[in-house]
Nanobody
Framework: QVQLAESGGGLVQAGGSLKLSCTAS????????MAWFRQAPGKEREGVSC????????YYSDSVKGRFTIPRGNAKRTLYLQMNSLKAEDTAMYYC??????????????????WGQGTQVTVSS
């Protein structure tokens, strides 16, 4: 059974940093593309970042490009989201996602095979 467990969320001031982690079990981790999504209250879930199985290819939404990075540690079966220069509009529940296919092109919720339970990030202005 595939399980994705996020951690690292919390409350931070605008301009600060947070690092989210997602530890996977029940799968061969480095066979899969992985992604982070987020959902703010009253809004649809949106893709934040996606990474290839090797880690050599990364993709970011325009809203986080230049501020967030998505490293992965295949040996540790862990996906990360390093978030810098946080803004109030980054406040959301953040979800780790296992992608169904080996592509990050236009990554959306419909392409997700498994979800984590989510971790809350709140940025105070």
């Amino acid at each position: 059974q595939v399980q994705l467990a996020e951690s690292g969320g919390g409350l931070v001031q605008a301009g600060g940093s947070l690092k989210l982690s997602c530890t996977a079990s029940g799968l061969t981790f480095d066979d899969y593309y992985m992604a982070w999504f987020r959902q703010a209250p009253g809004k649809e879930r949106e893709g934040v970042s996606c990474i290839t199985w090797s880690g050599r290819g990364t993709y970011y939404s325009d809203s986080v490009k230049g501020r967030f990075t998505i490293p992965r540690g295949n040996a540790k079966r862990t996906l990360y989201l390093q978030m810098n220069s946080l803004k109030a509009e980054d406040t959301a529940m953040y979800y780790c996602a296992l992608m169904q296919q080996l592509t990050c092109a236009g990554f959306t919720s419909s392409g997700v095979r498994n979800w984590g339970q989510g971790t809350q990030v709140t940025v105070s202005s």
